[in-house]
């Protein structure tokens, strides 16, 4: 169900200056705290996730899902499902349907869309090489203007080999797969695979603010983009764990499997 809730929420409340790599000539941050509840998924209750809320992408996609990908996404229980107020996407080595592995994608296309706001979700990721979750949006008009046309913006990625840094990215035309907008976060004195941590963007008609529990690490404006800027429209949540791939590469033996992402909430905030 998807539930509107009075909770409290991190609120990010920051003004900092924020130096980094930019082609924009304002480096000020611009931070707009968006508290107003309009959706939220708590995983409360046991089962397959919400079904009005979310449905799956299944199989293979086009050249494993445009990135060489290993696993097979599927909906079956072992692979996603709500339990004791979380939810799991586990990626499994079996073979199944042709493939070496297997995960789990799921999408709110269609059902929860949003122009601007906050997103948050609170998330434990895996460890071990070859693995590759992701917290992203597309834009809403993804099956007419073909990717990058439609707008991508990454909330958060991270790969398994690297449990102290997550990325932050937006993709658009002019400025995809090695041309992104992209930085890194990278956790001091911990690592992702050993707690929850809060990922989130603040996004608004010019800005899009990337940040990591309370730390705000990344601003991208239309100044810092080398094509049009497309992120004026509704956008749709994507949850997943692909196994392999361009990025990550492949496994390797000391990958264990299975490997679980955990999500304990999604938030948005208008």
Avoid at 129 to 136: E, N, Q, S, T
Wanted: hydrophobic fraction near 35%; aromatic fraction near 14%; include cysteine.
């Amino acid at each position: 169900m998807i539930s509107i809730k009075n909770k409290n929420s991190l609120i990010l409340s920051l003004s900092i200056v924020l130096l980094f790599n930019s082609c924009s000539t304002d480096e000020k941050q611009t931070v707009v705290t968006k508290n107003q509840l309009v959706m939220s998924d708590e995983f409360s209750v046991n089962g397959a996730p919400d079904s009005n809320l979310w449905s799956y992408n299944i199989g293979t996609g086009s050249d494993g899902w445009g990135n060489n990908e290993l696993q097979y996404y599927t909906d079956r229980p072992v692979n996603i499902k709500v339990e004791n107020g979380l939810l799991k996407i586990t990626a499994r080595r079996e073979q199944y349907m042709g493939e070496a592995f297997t995960s789990a994608r799921i999408l709110s296309k269609g059902k929860f869309e949003t122009k601007y706001g906050r997103l948050e979700a609170r998330i434990k990721l895996p460890r071990g090489k070859g693995l590759w979750p992701a917290f992203w949006m597309l834009g809403s008009n993804s099956d007419t203007a073909i990717w990058p046309q439609c707008g991508e913006i990454d909330i958060m990625e991270y790969l398994g080999n690297s449990p102290t840094k997550v990325f932050g990215t937006v993709h658009g035309p002019g400025y995809s797969a090695g041309n992104a907008i992209t930085k890194t976060f990278t956790l001091p004195n911990s690592r992702f695979d050993t707690d929850f941590h809060v990922f989130g963007i603040e996004w608004g008609e010019n800005y899009i603010n990337f940040y990591v529990d309370d730390v705000l690490y990344n601003q991208i404006t239309p100044f810092d983009v080398t094509g049009d800027w497309v992120f004026n429209q509704p956008f749709y949540i994507i949850l997943n764990m692909a196994v392999g791939g361009n990025y990550p590469g492949a496994p390797n033996s000391e990958t264990p499997f299975p490997q679980e992402m955990l999500v304990d909430y999604i938030r948005v905030y208008q």
